[in-house]
C-alpha cells in the first residue's frame, strides 16, 4: 500500500495555503502521494485547483468541537473546525501518512518522515511536554478512528482544538518512546525561533519544514511589489521562509488560480468567486513572477531564484547572514 501526505482545507482561504503546501513538497522532490481532505467549504473552482496539485482530493464531513470555552484560552475562536483534521485516520486505503498543516511549508526533502511510527510529532514551542499537531505521522485505522471519536465525545479537547485532542489521547508521547519524538526542524514554528536564538543560529539551515503558526498567515500578510513582506520587527527572521511562501505562490499557484477563475482579481485585493466563504485573502497582487535566474543580485533584493541549484543554500546564506548583522550590533 502506498505512503501519502495528508493535509485538510475547509475553506477558500486555507486552500491557498494547502496548494503551496502542495507546491512546496512538490519542489524537493517527494516521491509520496499528496492528499487534501476538503469540507463543503471549499468553493468549486478552488477543487478544480487542488485536484490540479493534489493526487487525491477526498471529501469529508466537518467536525467542530464547539468548545468555545477552551478555544478562548487558544484566543483562536476559528479552530474548532481543526477536529475534522481526525478524519485523515479514515484514509485506509493508505499504509502511513504524514499529516501536515496547510500554513506549512516543507523547505528540503523529508520523506525520511514515513520511516517513523505512529503517533510520532514535534515538541510545540509553547509547552515542549505537548506535541504541536500541525505535523504528525499516523496510520490511518477505522479502529484508532473511532476510538478517537469516542474520546473526543467524552473527554473533549483542553484547546478546543485536534491538538488538545489528539495529546490528551497519545497521552504517553512526552515520556514514553523518544523515537516519537520529531526532531523540531520538521516543525519549526515561525514564530518562536527568536526565543533560543543561539539555537536558531546553530541549527536554523537544517529546518526542513516550517510552520506558519498563529492567525496572521502568509497568504493574509501583504507583500509589495519586490515580495517584502509588511511584518513587525518580531517576525523579521522568518522572513526569508515567508518570501519562499511568496514565491511559490506567486510562480506556481497564482497564476493556476487566475487560469480557473477561482477568484478574481479586483483592484487590490483578492476576492474569491465562492459565495460561501468570506473573501479572506487580502494580499496585495504580488508582481509577475521574475524569470528564473541564480545571481546573487536576485536573493540580494529578496527574490531567490527558487528554482536554481544552489537556491536554497542562498536562502539559508541570507537567514546566516542576517543573524550575524544581528549578533555583532
Ligand atoms: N483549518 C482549516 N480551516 C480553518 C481552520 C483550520 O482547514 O478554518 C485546517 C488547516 O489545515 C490548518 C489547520 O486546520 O492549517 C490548523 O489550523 P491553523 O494552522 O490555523 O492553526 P495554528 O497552526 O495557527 O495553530
Ligand atoms: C495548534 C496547532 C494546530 C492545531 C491547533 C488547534 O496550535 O498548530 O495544528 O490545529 O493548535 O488545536
Ligand atoms: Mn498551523
Redesign the pocket.
Given at each position: 500500500m502506498s505512503e501519502a501526505w495528508v493535509?485538510?482545507?475547509?475553506?477558500d482561504?486555507?486552500s491557498v495555503?494547502?496548494l503551496t503546501l502542495a507546491t512546496s513538497l512538490k519542489r524537493v522532490g517527494t516521491t509520496r502521494q499528496l492528499v487534501c481532505m476538503v469540507?463543503k467549504g471549499v468553493g468549486e473552482g478552488m477543487l478544480n485547483c487542488l485536484k490540479q496539485k493534489f493526487d487525491h482530493v477526498v471529501q469529508v464531513e466537518e467536525l467542530d468541537s464547539n468548545d468555545a470555552a477552551n478555544l478562548k484560552l487558544?484566543d483562536?475562536h476559528?479552530?474548532g473546525?481543526?477536529f475534522?483534521?481526525i478524519r485523515c485516520w479514515t484514509l485506509t486505503q493508505f499504509s502511513k501518512c504524514v499529516f501536515l498543516?496547510?500554513?506549512?511549508l516543507a523547505l528540503s526533502h523529508c520523506d525520511e518522515l514515513f520511516d517513523r511510527d505512529e503517533f510520532s510529532a514535534a515538541p510545540d514551542a509553547g509547552w515542549p511536554d505537548c506535541f504541536n499537531s500541525?505535523v504528525f505521522v499516523f496510520k490511518p485505522s477505522l479502529e484508532t478512528y473511532t476510538n478517537i471519536m469516542k474520546f473526543a465525545s467524552e473527554t473533549g479537547s483542553f484547546d478546543g482544538?485536534?491538538?488538545g485532542l489528539l495529546n490528551s489521547y497519545f497521552s504517553d508521547w512526552p515520556h514514553k518512546d523518544i523515537t516519537k519524538h520529531l526532531p523540531f526542524t520538521y516543525n519549526m514554528v515561525a514564530s518562536a525561533t527568536y526565543s533560543y536564538l543561539p539555537a536558531y543560529t546553530k541549527f536554523g539551515k537544517n529546518v526542513k519544514i516550517v510552520?506558519?503558526?498563529?492567525?496572521t498567515?502568509p497568504w493574509l500578510i501583504h507583500f509589495d511589489g519586490k515580495g517584502e513582506p509588511q511584518i513587525g520587527g518580531t517576525e523579521q527572521h522568518t522572513k526569508n521562509h515567508l518570501q519562499l511562501w511568496w514565491q511559490l505562490f506567486s510562480n506556481e499557484v497564482k497564476p493556476m488560480l487566475e487560469k480557473s477563475s477561482a477568484f478574481k482579481v479586483s483592484h487590490e485585493s483578492y476576492q474569491f468567486m465562492s459565495s460561501h466563504v468570506a473573501p479572506t485573502f487580502t494580499a496585495c497582487p504580488p508582481p509577475p513572477p521574475s524569470p528564473p535566474t541564480d545571481s546573487r543580485a536576485d536573493w540580494e533584493r529578496g527574490s531567490p531564484d527558487y528554482t536554481g541549484t544552489a537556491s536554497f543554500n542562498n536562502i539559508l546564506k541570507k537567514i546566516d547572514e542576517t543573524l550575524a548583522v544581528k549578533d555583532s550590533n
Open positions: 493535509t485538510l482545507t475547509t475553506n482561504s486555507y495555503g494547502a469540507t487558544l483562536r476559528d479552530l473546525i481543526t475534522t483534521k498543516d496547510a500554513d506549512v500541525g482544538g485536534d491538538q510552520h506558519f503558526i498563529g492567525a498567515k
